[in-house]
């Protein structure tokens, strides 16, 4: 764990207040406000999305790869309902994306699956 990695994690959200409160914010609620069951997030970071999961998703599974992204994303979801699956995804293991934001993906169901 480089210490560029741990110093990013710790003022991210500092660096992020004045986005989310010119737009980011508003693009997340409108992004999350019909997701609904078993909701996978790609690159959870510190849990922005967090307090915009209503009460129809059932399920919760977020991925970061950061592990100081990691530490403060299970810290923010201790008191998270329904308490999400927080997993370790390696960038490799992951999808790509520059802003777990600005990809939504209505459903992802494996190959083969009729789901």
Request: charged share 20%.
């Amino acid at each position: 764990m480089s210490i560029r990695n741990r110093i990013f994690a710790a003022v991210y959200e500092r660096q992020l207040v004045h986005i989310e409160k010119a737009g980011l914010a508003g693009h997340r609620a409108r992004l999350l406000a019909s997701a609904a069951g078993r909701v996978l997030e790609i690159g959870g970071g510190t849990g922005a999305n967090l307090p915009y999961y209503g009460a129809e998703v059932a399920e919760l599974t977020i991925t970061e790869p950061e592990p100081p992204m990691m530490a403060r994303l299970q810290r923010r979801t201790r008191d998270h309902v329904p308490q999400p699956a927080v997993l370790s995804a390696p960038a490799q293991d992951a999808a790509c994306c520059s802003s777990s934001t600005c990809c939504p993906m209505t459903r992802a169901s494996p190959p083969g699956s009729t789901a």
